[in-house]
């Protein structure tokens, strides 16, 4: 009779210890105890849309009529303002800890309320405000003075270790800000213009823009790992044609990102594809191949990866003479026909009437 009592008693303390050690570790949902959520079906807002109380109230009751859950919503902005300073002091290190954002703690719980999941969009290393305060933290030219792309924006040096401490601890902060979702962009190198005569004084040999890219990936998966929050990534979509100039190019290789990842969205517009691409006179003109052909490319890319492929579609007439409710509908059917069910809509204005049309039932 003792030893069965003892044996309770010991079988009750193991229960009791597994418990309790259990707790004082994130589990593999992560800090906040439930699953990790990912973009599924949804559209891009501005900050200045979520803002303008009653649109932002009628774009949510519009994308629930159309069957989106998804909002993916700037908020670099708002996340950067602890940072930002410490950086013009230069006083940004690995110990500096980062802190929720208030605006995006409110609005995360609001939408979580709504059904919706929450995606912040960061934009990395194309930044005005950082290359501004911090020159010396801008990409340079050869000839002198700072390179700027097309329309005039700054970027930052990815090889820079404060570069990718700055981007990581902003990505740190959406994390316990509760969002779902970091969905970074431009984690690239610049492409266009004289991005030619770009110089890197930091870049090591041996070591790619490929291998950096990865590195800040590794970064930011490392400070956020015991956070329940996804970590996207924003691509051009002829990435997912995966060229040897483009990934030389941009340091984008999508096997090598993946591990690091749990979502890539290509941006595969049909209209950003140049005349005469894959024997198209006008790409703009056919959302049913380019979603259909890029989805296809990209998922035989990850064939072996846990990522899973959330592609952006063209919600806006660029170049596109037969734009409406059905090249939405040809887009989603083409995703759909790939073998994925989950798409974003893109429209810089966030204007998604016809996008909204298309898709409700």
Not at 55 to 60: A, D, E, G, I, T
Not at 132 to 146: M, V, Y
Not at 229 to 234: I, Y
Request: charged fraction near 25%.
């Amino acid at each position: 009779m003792k030893k069965i009592v003892a044996f309770s008693y010991l079988i009750t303390f193991l229960a009791i210890f597994i418990f309790v050690t259990s707790r004082e570790k994130p589990s593999e949902a992560g800090l906040f105890g439930k699953q990790k959520r990912t973009a599924e079906k949804g559209i891009y807002l501005t900050a200045y849309t979520v803002q303008r109380g009653s649109y932002f109230s009628y774009l949510k009751e519009q994308c629930k009529k159309a069957g989106l859950n998804t909002l993916v919503i700037d908020g670099k902005a708002s996340l950067c303002r602890p940072f930002i300073g410490l950086a013009k002091q230069r006083k940004l290190t690995k110990e500096t800890k980062p802190q929720a954002d208030p605006w995006l703690t409110k609005l995360a719980e609001e939408l979580h309320k709504e059904g919706f999941i929450l995606s912040v969009r960061v934009v990395a290393f194309k930044d005005d405000q950082l290359a501004a305060l911090r020159p010396d933290l801008a990409i340079h030219l050869s000839g002198g003075g700072i390179y700027r792309d097309k329309k005039g924006g700054l970027w930052v040096d990815p090889y820079n270790d404060e570069v990718r401490l700055y981007n990581a601890l902003i990505a740190e902060s959406a994390a316990l800000s509760g969002v779902d979702e970091v969905q970074f962009d431009y984690i690239r190198f610049p492409a266009e213009g004289a991005a030619r005569f770009a110089v890197y004084p930091l870049a090591k040999p041996g070591i790619t823009k490929v291998d950096i890219i990865c590195q800040f990936l590794k970064e930011v998966r490392e400070r956020t790992n015991r956070y329940n929050v996804s970590l996207a990534l924003d691509i051009f979509g002829v990435t997912a044609w995966q060229s040897r100039y483009d990934i030389e190019i941009l340091g984008q290789d999508l096997k090598k990102m993946a591990p690091y990842l749990d979502v890539i969205s290509p941006m595969l517009y049909p209209s950003h594809f140049h005349a005469g691409y894959d024997g198209f006179a006008n790409p703009g003109s056919e959302p049913y191949y380019f979603i259909n052909a890029g989805v296809a490319k990209a998922q035989e890319i990850l064939s072996d990866e846990a990522t899973v492929l959330v592609p952006w579609i063209q919600g806006f007439n660029l170049l596109s003479p037969n734009y409406g409710p059905q090249y939405i509908r040809d887009q989603v059917r083409a995703a759909k026909d790939a073998g994925v069910d989950r798409f974003l809509i893109w429209n810089a204005r966030n204007v998604y009437d016809v996008s909204f049309t298309a898709l409700k039932h």
